[in-house]
């Protein structure tokens, strides 16, 4: 079984930059679909956005099209979740998580193993 351990996470102004890591023990990381969500206080948890095994196609909620990239690093079995242009509503804990069999992409309930979260503050 896959363990995620996410680490990255911290405060930054209106306009910067950071990279998420999420790091699996366990078992690697490229026999997974996976997928970022994010959830901000008082809202639910939304999809950020997923790379299949392959590593291809990746797909991205509108919100953060053009400035979110994945990618994913088999041989350190880490996937990577790089925020570029960040803006105060990116504001959230952000969550790294591992699917086996996803069709929907966008479902929190298609992912079977979650890493802890990590803070994101965006300051303007």
């Known amino acids: 079984q896959v363990q995620l351990i996410e680490s990255g996470g911290g405060m930054v102004q209106a306009g910067g930059s950071l990279r998420l890591s999420c790091a699996g023990s366990?078992?690697?990381?490229?026999?997974?679909?996976m997928g970022w969500f994010r959830q901000a206080p008082g809202k639910e948890r939304e999809f950020v956005g997923v790379?299949?095994?392959?590593?291809?196609?990746?797909f991205y909620a509108d919100s953060v099209k053009g400035r979110f990239i994945i990618s994913r690093d088999n041989a350190n079995n880490t996937v990577y979740l790089q925020m570029n242009s960040l803006k105060p509503e990116d504001t959230a804990v952000y969550y790294c998580?591992?699917?086996?069999?996803?069709?929907?992409?966008?479902?929190?309930?298609?992912?079977?193993?979650w890493g802890q979260g990590t803070q994101v503050t965006v300051s303007s």
């Open positions: 790379v299949r095994w392959s590593g291809t196609p990746t």
């Open positions: 366990g078992r690697i990381l490229s026999s997974y679909t």
């Open positions: 998580a591992a699917g086996t069999i996803v069709t929907w992409l966008k479902r929190p309930d298609e992912y079977h193993t």
